[in-house]
């Protein structure tokens, strides 16, 4: 069974910054795509970020663009997302979601339904 690892999360004040790991218990390949998504209470999930294994292409969510970066260490089977620039809108829970098997399609990089397997999630919180 495959799980994502993910760490990072905390308290940071509104301007700071923070940076996430989520690592996947099987190895990566080409066919990977690894992102993240978020959900504030009250609201969806909502796309933040992914990147594609193959040629390390990333994709980012609009409200988090100039700001935020997703990375991945293959060698590591990892990917990371550093937050900069945090607003206290950007608080929510972050998790790490995963897609092995199949490469995706680069127009759907933004739906979770796109992704078989997820990270328990991680709280990041921005004060004002």
């Known amino acids: 069974q495959v799980h994502l690892l993910e760490s990072g999360g905390g308290l940071v004040q509104s301007g700071g910054s923070l940076r996430l790991s989520c690592k996947a218990s099987?190895?990566?390949?080409?066919?990977?795509?690894m992102g993240w998504f978020r959900q504030a209470p009250g609201k969806e999930r909502e796309f933040v970020g992914a990147?594609?294994?193959?040629?390390?292409?990333?994709y980012y969510g609009d409200s988090v663009k100039g700001r935020f970066t997703v990375s991945r260490d293959s060698a590591q089977d990892t990917v990371y997302l550093q937050m900069n620039s945090l607003k206290p809108e950007d608080t929510a829970v972050y998790y790490c979601?995963?897609?092995?098997?199949?490469?995706?399609?680069?127009?759907?990089?933004?739906?979770?339904?796109?992704?078989?397997?997820w990270g328990q999630g991680t709280q990041v919180t921005v004060s004002s």
């Open positions: 979601a995963a897609r092995f098997s199949t490469r995706i399609i680069v127009s759907a990089i933004h739906l979770a339904t796109q992704y078989a397997y």
């Open positions: 099987t190895r990566t390949s080409s066919s990977t795509t």
């Open positions: 990147v594609r294994w193959n040629g390390g292409h990333t």
